[in-house]
């Protein structure tokens, strides 16, 4: 099913190496889109992963560990929307219920 969605990106998954020093772990995540802010009352929001047409993978990052609090900082960022093909994976799960592949991502301001 081809879908359309306006939210946030939010780092999800993934996690850091534990090396016992300071700036020297290296960590990894995906992006997925999540609703702004849900009405109180409101059905429980659909959250996705991205996958862009080139990629086979969802879209992801990596950064060290000293970097994540600026990251933190700067979250949310801007709406965006993601239109693509729609997959439900798993509405009961916590984190993500579905994926959209072939994804255009566009910046609203």
Known sequence: MTAAFRGVLLP???GCTQIGC???NGC?????LAPRSPARHAAPPLKVLIQTPDEERPIGAGMSDCELGVLERAL???DVIV????RVTDMDSVEYQGQI???VLCVVR
Request: hydrophobic share 25%.
């Open 12 to 14: 999800t998954g993934g």
């Open 101 to 103: 592949s072939g994804a």
């Open 83 to 86: 239109a693509g093909t729609l």
């Open 76 to 78: 949310p960022g801007p």
């Open 28 to 32: 990894g995540f995906s992006w997925g």
């Open 22 to 24: 300071d700036c020297c």
